[in-house]
């Protein structure tokens, strides 16, 4: 068994026989005496905890928890009749808890706020909170220690929703894990708290949420608050969230963040999500679907005001690209292409929410990080953005962040300019003539309201740059088949050897900038102009 966190040290905690009625009602949950709770307390008990060694959280028998794999860890259900602010009880939005699993192995401590009051009582575990299927191998973990590893905050009680029946709107489960529904419905792209040197030359370091506090929320409209306890080898940290169902979901995110450790790189407002191919790099017969992805590009709005669109590669090796900013207005991965018939799935990739990071104050001098990471599937999350700040993290150094996430279809602030819709690639050179080695065509459309007026004769020039090779047959023209405002530029590159590429484009019409700029990260492909493309 791992060593055991004193756990005292996170709060006064009720011994575990102790049993209380909160004023938000127990319906058979179990919770402990009343303590002292504030987020200045939480502040200051995360700053305490950085100066002491770190202990890893406590987990259930690590042999067993091993053993609940996908198949068994989707049969284990929560009861709803135990839902923290359930059916009759104050609090709008319903709780429910997850059981340890396989890749949820710790356990995380629940904790309710007392109704007008700074309090908090600790929710016991029990196992009659889950239904465990006979012959589980769950069954053998027992009440102790406890097996709650994260919590689904549910559709509102008084709302047009059935919340037994629908989904949950937001997850927190796993390390510092979480996501939300956007206003198309679905789940896809995750948040986290923190990421420490992502795609770095040694592990990443996963520091875990090892707690949460929930307050009640008197109204649907409004935000419900919850607190959460962040430790790691490296960092502990505080953390006060403001959900907010709306259309879409609106998360406001406070955090002091306390290091232990010196980071190579530190990832703030991380977002992970999964990409394997598009219709701009699709090898050969390599799935029947059209597309598979969670999201197709990395949007920036930065302090210059400029807007940029990266669409996003599926790597030959783990690549790290860096945009150096001052005071970034936004970003975020957005899933841009919402045609069913580009997926022809059912678990509706086209409804996969976007997810837009405003920040809230001065972030100074830094970089968004964009980390992509080879996949030959779609179950692994191979994707992480995040804001990098210029200056060093030492140990004992405070950094204190505020931000929003928003959880949206497309960007919450959309430009004026018109937007890329789709990067293609293909053989470079003339149809019907021989199609030289190491020439790429490329088709970027672009599609907005500048596009709109234009002329079909008209010829928008696109404004190109690489970081190395030679440009030749470009072109501008209105796409066919009728779309209003679609447009694409058409231009083929020659380059020699396999090294990635840096490009950008836009297209202007004499003075007027019409279109956000395009940048892209052209990898080579393996046997240029020699048959079918193997490249991943």
Not at 272 to 295: A, L
Not at 334 to 342: A, G, Y
Not at 395 to 407: C, E, G, I, M, V
Not at 495 to 503: F, I, K, L, S
Request: a negative charge; aromatic letters at 12%; proline letters at 9%.
């Amino acid at each position: 068994m791992p060593e055991q966190r004193d756990l005292s040290k996170i709060a006064a905690a009720a011994p575990a026989t102790t049993t209380t009625k909160a004023d938000h009602g127990s319906h058979g949950l179990r919770f402990g005496a009343a303590q002292p709770f504030s987020y200045e307390w939480l502040k200051n008990h995360a700053q305490s905890l950085a100066a002491e060694p770190y202990q890893p959280p406590p987990q259930p028998d690590p042999a067993i928890v091993a053993n609940i794999d996908y198949d068994a860890y989707g049969k284990l259900k929560y009861k709803q009749e135990f839902a923290l602010y359930g059916d009759g009880q104050p609090g709008v939005f319903p709780i429910t808890f997850m059981f340890v699993g396989h890749y949820f192995p710790k356990t995380v401590r629940m904790f309710a706020l007392e109704k007008g009051a700074k309090q908090a009582r600790e929710i016991l575990y029990d196992a009659k909170y889950f239904d465990i299927p006979a012959g589980s191998v769950a069954r053998r973990l027992g009440d102790n220690p406890s097996c709650i590893a994260g919590f689904w905050v549910m559709e509102a009680k008084n709302g047009p929703l059935d919340w037994h029946r629908e989904e949950p709107w937001v997850t927190f489960l796993g390390a510092s894990y979480f996501r939300a529904k956007g206003e198309l419905g679905q789940v896809g792209i995750s948040a986290r708290g923190i990421t420490l040197t992502p795609g770095g030359s040694g592990p990443e370091e996963f520091p875990d949420f090892t707690a949460f506090w929930f307050a009640p929320g008197e109204s649907a409209s409004e935000p419900m608050e919850c607190y959460a306890l962040l430790d790691g080898p490296s960092v502990t940290g505080a953390y006060r969230f403001a959900l907010q169902r709306t259309k879409a979901v609106i998360t406001d995110v406070e955090a002091s963040l306390f290091f232990r450790n010196p980071v190579e790189r530190l990832g703030l407002a991380p977002l992970t999500s999964m990409y394997w191919y598009s219709e701009t790099v699709k090898p050969v017969g390599i799935d029947w679907r059209p597309e598979v992805h969670d999201s197709d590009g990395l949007a920036i709005w930065n302090g210059n005001g400029e807007r940029l669109w990266r669409p996003l590669n599926n790597p030959p090796r783990i690549i790290i690209s860096s945009f150096s900013d001052q005071n970034p207005r936004g970003f975020g991965l957005m899933q841009r292409d919402r045609s069913f018939d580009h997926y022809l799935d059912g678990v509706m990739y086209e409804k996969r929410p976007s997810v837009w990071i405003e920040p809230v104050g001065n972030w100074g001098s830094g970089a968004v990080h964009l980390v992509e990471i080879p996949t030959d599937d779609e179950i692994n999350d191979n994707i992480i953005a995040y804001w990098c700040p210029t200056k060093p993290i030492q140990a004992k150094d405070q950094l204190d962040l505020r931000y929003r996430l928003h959880w949206v279809a497309n960007e919450p602030y959309p430009s004026s300019l018109a937007r890329c819709v789709a990067t293609r690639l293909g053989r470079g050179g003339r149809t019907g003539q021989p199609h030289p080695a190491g020439v790429r065509k490329f088709i970027v459309e672009f599609l907005g309201e500048p596009l709109m007026g234009l002329r079909e004769d008209a010829k928008p020039e696109a404004i190109l740059w690489a970081s190395r090779g030679t440009f030749s047959y470009s072109n501008t023209e209105k796409v066919p088949g009728g779309v209003p405002g679609l447009w694409r530029a058409e231009f083929d590159l020659a380059v020699d050897g396999n090294d990635p590429v840096e490009m950008r484009l836009f297209l202007k019409m004499g003075d007027q900038v019409l279109t956000e700029t395009w940048l892209y990260q052209y990898h080579p492909f393996p046997r240029e102009g020699h048959g079918a493309e193997t490249h991943v």
